[in-house]
C-alpha cells in the first residue's frame, strides 16, 4: 500500500481528499474543533501554503507561467517545506496533525495534467504515511453546483485552462474535475482511502470520522492547564492591553 | 522524426519531434572559470555563423525570486530548496533551452543538473531521490567539467566576488572538504577539461561546432 515512510513519530496525521467542492475542509473544520475542545494539541496544515514557497506559485498562476511539469514542482517545494516546518515537528511534539489535501492531490492533478504517474509517487515518497486518509467521495454535479454557487469567476488553473479541455471556464472545470474525481476514485482503492459518502448529512459525516479517529488519539499529547489569559487572572495579573491583543500571535512576515 | 532523449521520464508537453540545435553544458565549480569559457565560445561559435543562446542557473522567471527570498530566512529545509532548484530548472529548459534547440540554436548552459544534483547530495538529500528529479533533464550533447583543485579555486574566488554564505556551504558544515562536491560531479560526467590551463588553450580543446 505505502511508498510513503512509515512515521516513527509519536504524534498522529490525519489527511482529507476530494475533489473541490466535496466538502472536506469543512468537516476538517469541525474535527479540528471537536479535538481542540477535547483538549488536544492540534496543528492544521493546507495545501499551498508554505510561507516560503506560496509567493512564488502565486505569482506564477496569476502570470500563468506555470506548465504542468513547473506546476508539479513548486507545489512538491510548497509540501516539503509544510512537512518539515509544520508537519513532522508536530509530530514529533506528540501533536495531532490535521492536513486539508495531501500527496494523493498531487497524484490526482498532476497525473491529469500528463506527469508520469509513478514519477510523481518518487517525487513525494519523502512524505510521512499519514494515520488516516479520509476521501469525501461526491458526484460530479454535486460538487460542481455546490462550488459555483455564488462565485463569480473560476480562477485559470483551478479551472484546468491550461490543459485546453474547453474554452469555456465552467466547462473546462467540469471536465477537469471529472478527471480529477477518475483519478481519485482509483487512489482510494490503491492506498486504502477511508471513503466518506459525502452525499450524507454534516452530522453522520462527522459522525464517522471521529469514530475512525477516535482509536488512534488516546496517546496523543494534550494541552497541559488553561489559556493565558485565565493563567493571568490567576495571579491577579490584568492591563487593558492585555484583552485584545494578539499576545499569542507572533509576528510572521 | 526521433523523440528528444531524457535521462528519466519523458515530461508533459514534450512532443516526439527532432531538435535540431545543440544543448552544450559547463559545470564546475564557482570560480573556476566557467562564465570566461562560455564569453570565449559564444564569439567563437557565433563568428563561425551559428545562433547561440547562454543560460544560467537560478535565472527562471518563475522561481528565481522565490529562491533568493527563501535563502534570506533560516528555515529552509534541504528538500524544499532543492525542489525550488528543481522549477527554476525545469523552467529554464522549457521556456529557454527547449525552443533555442528547435530553432536550431546552440544552447551554452551555465550549470545543468550535475552541480545541483552534487549540492543536494552534500546537503544531505539522498542521491536517488533527486537523481529522479532530474530525470526530468534533456540529456546534452555536450558536457564539459572545469575541473580545479580546491586550494587553487579558493584564492580565485576570494579575490573576486568573496565567499557567499550559501556557496561556501555553511548551511551545511559538516562538509570538511570541498573535494567531496568535485568527485560527486566528476562521477556524472563524461569530459573532464583541465580548467587550470589558459583560456585560450582551453578553448581549442572543446568540440567542433555541431
Request: aromatic share 10%.
Amino acid at each position: 500500500m505505502g511508498n510513503l515512510k512509515e512515521s516513527t513519530y509519536p504524534g498522529k496525521l490525519f489527511i482529507v481528499e476530494g475533489i473541490d467542492g466535496s466538502g472536506k475542509s469543512t468537516q476538517l473544520d469541525l474535527l479540528h474543533k471537536w479535538l481542540m475542545s477535547e483538549g488536544y494539541l492540534v496543528v492544521f496544515t493546507e495545501w499551498n501554503s508554505s510561507p516560503i514557497v506560496k509567493s512564488t506559485t502565486r505569482r506564477a498562476k496569476q502570470r500563468r507561467l506555470l506548465s504542468p511539469m513547473s506546476f508539479s514542482l513548486i507545489h512538491a517545494a510548497d509540501f516539503a517545506s509544510r512537512l518539515y516546518m509544520q508537519v513532522i515537528p508536530a509530530l514529533q511534539a506528540g501533536a495531532i496533525v490535521l492536513a486539508d489535501r495531501y500527496v494523493y492531490t498531487a497524484y490526482a492533478r498532476d497525473s491529469v495534467r500528463g506527469v508520469e504517474r509513478a514519477w510523481l509517487r518518487r517525487l513525494y515518497s519523502f512524505a510521512i504515511q499519514p494515520t488516516v486518509s479520509f476521501y469525501f467521495d461526491v458526484p460530479l454535479d454535486e460538487a460542481i453546483t455546490r462550488i459555483l454557487e455564488g462565485r463569480p469567476a473560476l480562477k485559470y488553473y483551478e479551472a484546468g485552462m491550461d490543459l485546453r479541455l474547453s474554452r469555456n471556464p465552467y466547462e473546462s472545470f467540469r471536465l477537469f474535475q471529472g478527471l480529477i474525481k477518475n483519478e481519485y476514485d482509483h487512489l482510494a482503492d490503491e492506498y486504502g482511502l477511508v471513503r466518506i459518502d459525502a452525499t450524507k448529512s454534516l452530522v453522520s459525516q462527522q459522525k464517522l470520522m471521529r469514530q475512525m479517529v477516535r482509536p488512534y488519539i488516546a496517546d496523543a499529547r494534550r494541552l497541559e492547564g488553561i489559556g493565558i489569559q485565565e493563567a493571568l487572572k490567576e495571579h491577579h495579573l490584568a492591563g487593558r492591553y492585555l484583552g485584545e491583543s494578539d499576545l499569542l500571535k507572533e509576528d510572521i512576515p | 522524426m526521433s523523440a528528444p532523449k531524457f535521462y528519466g521520464i519523458r515530461p508533459p508537453g514534450i512532443e516526439a519531434e527532432s531538435l535540431p540545435g545543440r544543448l552544450i553544458v559547463l559545470e564546475g565549480t564557482d570560480g573556476v572559470g566557467r562564465s570566461t569559457q562560455i564569453a570565449l565560445l559564444r564569439e567563437w561559435l557565433e563568428g563561425r555563423g551559428y545562433a547561440v543562446i547562454h543560460t544560467g542557473f537560478n535565472r527562471s522567471e518563475l522561481a528565481s525570486r522565490g529562491i533568493l527570498r527563501a535563502k534570506r530566512g533560516n528555515t529552509l529545509d534541504p528538500l524544499t530548496l532543492n525542489l525550488f532548484y528543481a522549477t527554476d530548472f525545469w523552467d529554464r529548459l522549457e521556456r529557454h533551452i527547449l525552443p533555442a534547440l528547435r530553432a536550431g540554436m546552440i544552447a551554452l548552459v551555465d550549470r545543468y543538473i550535475f552541480t545541483l544534483i552534487a549540492r543536494a547530495v552534500l546537503r544531505g538529500v539522498p542521491r536517488e531521490w533527486i537523481e529522479d528529479v532530474y530525470g526530468i533533464a534533456l540529456i546534452p550533447d555536450k558536457v564539459l567539467y572545469l575541473d580545479m583543485e580546491v586550494d587553487q579555486l579558493l584564492p580565485r574566488v576570494i579575490a573576486t566576488y568573496g565567499l557567499d554564505f550559501w556557496e561556501s556551504g555553511q548551511d551545511y558544515l559538516r562538509i570538511r572538504t570541498c573535494s567531496a562536491t568535485t568527485s560527486s560531479i566528476r562521477g556524472r560526467c563524461w569530459q573532464s577539461t583541465g580548467a587550470w590551463r589558459p583560456p585560450t588553450g582551453l578553448r581549442r580543446s572543446t568540440p567542433a561546432g555541431p
